[in-house]
């Protein structure tokens, strides 16, 4: 049987959105394709609740200060996975299709750079959202904990660690996009890096002058000391929030930048037909 | 007048001190299927990844349609499709999904019917619900092609695309081709090291050498024109240097 030309001469709609709908689309059929990866989104904030709930337990029957703040530990976990979840949503599904030797493909069809990048902000959302979700409404019959009590500020403090997790992935993927999948690694260490500085755990005071220095410049910190103050002070820190919100957006305009401007060299250099191999 | 639908002009491109494209300048126009032709490192790739967009000149212009794809790609994109068997599609999704995710991503109405005619139309129906890692190397040859027609693109650029292929399934892909050039009057242009699937197929060649442009003309012209019995003889020809080429340009036949 010979193929056949079957001419429809098909109209076509120049919609953006429906380019971003597209990379959503192809992300969401991945991870359907996929149980271990489905499984692997609520594997390790669940495990980090868990363990964490534990040492919260623990302290919470023996010490006076942390019993009074019952679930820090835990709701802080909980909330970094936030940051992390937000990073690898972006860069590990844009390493999948420099693993998949897609990228030619893509950017030869009408999708913009920037629509990839709307696509993968927003895959990473859904991500971030089933992955920490499932961890928090755990928590809630294993701990008596609910994250969700802490109510309006709980969104504040996730949109801000979320944007700074993107800004994080974004800057990971033009990384790996400039320099190859051997770069891949960053994803893991950027984020472990900047954890002692952020204060998840212990108030920023506490740590040596240059380090508080430099912990005020990430939106975590902020956050992570909004945090404290609602669920010990139960009082919302606006300028907290609003700092950590002018800080996300400058990270995230800046790595929006930084990732045009690598795929604008990776054109100049045929990354986007090498990379992958 | 009509604009040519491929116009690149002083073409070059360098890596480092080496220049891989050396100030390559031609025409294609509508409805024809042209041959790149060259030995391995002769620029074919470099200049099709040019021509896509996916690689910026060093120098030089490239217009398809008359649209300056260095300041508006984007009008172009919509209008061009591209297949290559070094270029694969994610592995995981069905071929379906595949097909799904790119109608979309160029705009294509009537999503379903169009990709229920391209399953159809290569003979993909019964593997639809197939991941297209568990897919032949043909079959995912055929899966790119319908890729490369949802949007039922104007201009075509194919890496060989044949490679990978049985003779039975080639020969079916270069007579959808044809048909493909006969009811659209779409261009082609293919990089190809099948010299026997040029003769059957272009109707013109553009023979590269060291990244320039050292000969051009329809496959017949240039088998009479080099004195050979076939274009696999004018391609070895070529690529051992056993031809002298003109310094005033390329030898147009």
């Known amino acids: ?277 | 007048m009509f604009s040519p639908v491929i116009a690149a002009k002083g073409l070059t491109k360098v890596y480092g001190e080496v220049a891989v494209v050396s100030d390559l300048s031609f025409e294609i126009n509508s409805g024809s299927i042209t041959a790149l032709l060259g030995g391995n490192g002769a620029g074919k790739t470099t200049t099709l990844s040019m021509l896509l967009g996916l690689l910026l000149p060093t120098r030089g212009s490239i217009h398809l349609f008359g649209i300056d794809m260095a300041n508006d790609r984007f009008q172009v994109l919509p209008r061009i499709n591209f297949s290559s068997p070094y270029v694969d599609l994610p592995q995981r999704l069905t071929v379906s999904e595949n097909l799904r995710v790119y109608a979309r991503l160029y705009g294509v109405d009537n999503i379903s019917e169009r990709i229920d005619q391209m399953l159809e139309a290569l003979d993909l129906t019964a593997m639809h619900k197939r991941r297209y890692g568990t897919l032949s190397a043909g079959q995912k040859t055929r899966v790119a092609i319908a890729k490369a027609m949802l949007n039922e693109p104007e201009l075509l650029l194919l890496d060989e695309p044949t490679a990978s292929l049985d003779p039975d399934s080639a020969d079916r892909i270069r007579q959808y081709l044809i048909d493909y050039k006969t009811t659209t009057q779409a261009t082609i242009l293919l990089a190809s090291h099948n010299m026997a699937e040029v003769e059957e197929l272009c109707d013109d060649v553009i023979m590269l050498h060291r990244g320039g442009i050292v000969a051009r003309g329809a496959p017949d012209k240039l088998i009479e024109g080099f004195c050979r019995n076939s274009m696999e003889e004018v391609f070895i020809a070529i690529t051992r240097e056993t031809i002298r080429f003109s310094e005033e340009g390329p030898i147009e036949l």
């Open chain 1, 1 to 277: 049987m010979n193929f056949k030309v079957i001419r429809t001469e098909p109209t076509y709609k120049d919609e953006s959105s429906q380019r971003v709908y597209a990379m959503c689309l192809r992300y969401l059929y991945l991870l359907r394709s996929s149980w271990p990866r489905i499984i692997e989104l609520a594997y390790w904030p669940t495990v980090q609740m868990i363990m964490w709930g534990l040492i919260s337990q623990f302290f919470a029957e023996n010490n006076s200060w942390l019993a009074q703040a019952a679930g820090i530990l835990i709701g802080a976990v909980m909330l970094w996975d936030v940051v992390f979840r937000g990073q690898l949503g972006v860069s590990l599904v844009f390493f999948e299709e420099l693993h998949a030797r897609n990228l030619a493909h893509l950017f030869v069809s009408p999708l913009r750079p920037i629509e990839l990048i709307y696509s993968l902000l927003l895959i990473s959302f859904v991500r971030t959202i089933v992955g920490v979700g499932v961890a928090a409404l755990l928590a809630i019959p294993m701990y008596h904990y609910s994250i969700f009590e802490l109510g309006l500020p709980l969104v504040a403090f996730f949109m801000n660690l979320l944007v700074m997790g993107w800004a994080m992935g974004l800057v990971v993927s033009a990384l790996v996009l400039r320099f190859g999948v051997g770069a891949e690694s960053l994803a893991w260490v950027v984020v472990f890096a900047i954890a002692p500085l952020s204060g998840i755990f212990y108030p920023i005071e506490i740590l040596p002058q240059w380090a508080q220095s430099l912990a005020w410049f990430l939106p975590a910190s902020h956050v992570f000391e909004g945090l404290r103050a609602v669920m010990i002070d139960h009082h919302f820190s606006f300028e907290l929030f609003y700092t950590a919100a002018l800080l996300n957006v400058v990270y995230l305009l800046g790595s929006v930048v930084v990732f045009l401007y690598v795929f604008s060299v990776a054109r100049k250099h045929g990354l986007l037909m090498r990379i992958g191999e």
